[in-house]
C-alpha cells in the first residue's frame, strides 16, 4: 500500500499562487507515474496534471496550461504542482494519485491505483 499526502494547500487572492507537495513517506515513487486531479462539490474528480515516472514526459489539462506545472524529486518522494495565476474557478479539493502499471500518467481517475486524501485550495478576494 503506497500512502500518498498533499500538503500546500489554503486561501489565497485571485492572481496569487500556491505549491502543492505530495509526499510519499518511506516510498520509492520513481516506481509509479503520478497525476494531479481536482474535484467540487459539484464537479466529478478533475485530471489536472501528469508527470511520468522519470519527470521527462507530462500532459496538463487545457484549464491550466500556461498556469500550472508539474514536477517531481524521486529522490525526495515528492511531486509538485505548481499553481500560478489562480482563478476564483480553481477553488477545489487537490488530490495526487499513483499509477503502477504504464510508465506516462493517466489522464482518467480510474487508471490510478493509489489516492491521498487531498488539500483544500480556495481563491477568494
Known amino acids: 500500500q503506497l500512502q500518498l499526502v498533499e500538503s500546500g494547500g489554503g486561501l489565497v487572492q485571485p492572481g496569487g499562487s500556491l505549491r502543492l507537495s505530495c509526499a510519499a513517506p518511506g516510498s520509492a515513487i520513481n516506481r509509479y507515474a503520478m497525476g494531479w486531479f481536482r474535484q467540487t462539490l459539484v464537479k466529478e474528480r478533475e485530471f489536472i496534471a501528469g508527470?511520468?515516472?522519470?519527470?521527462?514526459?507530462?500532459a496538463l489539462a487545457d484549464s491550466v496550461k500556461g498556469r500550472f506545472t508539474v514536477s517531481r524529486d524521486n529522490a525526495e518522494n515528492t511531486v509538485y504542482l505548481q499553481m500560478n495565476n489562480l482563478r476564483v474557478e480553481d477553488t477545489a479539493t487537490y488530490f495526487c494519485a499513483a499509477h503502477i502499471e504504464h510508465y506516462y500518467a493517466p489522464v482518467v481517475a480510474q487508471g490510478y491505483d493509489f489516492w491521498g486524501r487531498g488539500t483544500q485550495v480556495t481563491v477568494s478576494s
Open positions: 508527470i511520468s515516472r522519470s519527470g521527462g514526459s507530462f
